[in-house]
C-alpha cells in the first residue's frame, strides 16, 4: 500500500509539473508575443489585384507604376514608360511572406528618431476595384543589427519592426526599374536569331553593306568591303544576339538641339516576314547617341559601348586567318 501512494503521489507531482509546463508556454508574455506577431503585411490574393504602385522617397524622384493588360509602366511627365514586370513581381513578392513583427515604439514622438519623420519612404499599393488603397506604409531607418527596417502604418503612430527585404526597392532610382531592351525578349514580338534573315546596314558610321543568311550556318555578303568575301559566321551570330539583346540607358524625348548628327539604320528582314529597323542618331563629338525602334514609340539613349557593340563597318565581318 506504501508504494502504491507514493506512485500516486508522484503521479500528480507529474501532472502538475505538466500543467505548469504547459501554463508557462500558454501565458509567458514573450512567447504570447512572438506568436500574435507574426503575420503578412498584405494577402497573397491581394497582391495579385494590385495595378497601381506609388514610392515617395526624400531622396529620390517619386514613382508611380500602372499596370496595363498585363504589363507594368512607370508614369512620368504625364507619359508612361515599360518597366520589368519581374522587377515588380519580385517587390510584391515579401509584402505577402509571413513575418514576425514586433512592436518597437507606440507614440508619434518616436518617428523622427526611427526615420520615420520627413526623411520617411512612403509606399502605396491600389488593388484593381477601389480608390482606396490597400497598403499604405512608411519604411525608415534599418535596426541597430542593419537586419530589419522600421514602418508605420500610414494612419497609426505605432511603430513596427520586419525583416528588411523592402529597401533595395523603394530606394532604387528610376532607371533600375525600366525595360529598357530595344527589341521584346518574350510574347508575340519577340526576336529570335535564328528568325533573322537579312541585316542592312546604312550611314557614315557603319558604312552601306547587307548580310544575308544563305543556309542555317553561312552567310554572304554585298556592299562595302563584303562582296566575294568569305565572312566569319560565328561574329555574325554574336552580333544579332548583341543586336537582339541591346538596350538603352534612359528614355528621352528630345535630343541635343546643339548636337552635330549623323544616323546609322539597321533593318533587320526576318523569315516570319516582319521587318525590324533601328535608327540611330549620333552626336560622334559628345559620344551621344539615341536610337528609336519599330513598334515602339519610344526614344533611347545609348551608351558609348552600346553604340560600338550594334554599330560595325563591313570589314568587322570579313574572316580572318587565324
Known sequence: MQYQHKIQILGALGVVLLLLLIGTF????????????????LEKQTIQKVTKIAIKNADLQELTFIKRTGQWYLSRESKEYPVKNQRIEDMLKPFGNSFIIPVRATTAQAHERLGLGASASHITMWDENTEKP???????????TGKEIYFRSANSDVVKSIEDQFSSYIQSSPQSWYDLRLFPQTGTQGLKSELVQKISCSGNASGNFSLSRTGQASWSGAGGNLNSKELDTKKIDSYIQDLINASGDDFVDTINEQAR?????????????RTKKITIISDHESRSHWATVTDTPYMYQLSEWQFNKIVKESAYFIKTEQ
Not at 134 to 144: C, H, I, Q, R, T
Not at 261 to 273: A, F
Request: aromatic share 10%.
Open 26 to 41: 500558454i501565458f509567458n508574455p514573450d512567447t504570447t508575443f512572438v506568436r500574435q506577431s507574426t503575420s503578412r503585411l
Open 134 to 144: 490597400v497598403l499604405d506604409l512608411y519604411f525608415g531607418n534599418p535596426d541597430a
Open 261 to 273: 548628327v549623323d544616323k546609322t539604320i539597321i533593318t533587320l528582314e526576318l523569315g516570319d516576314g
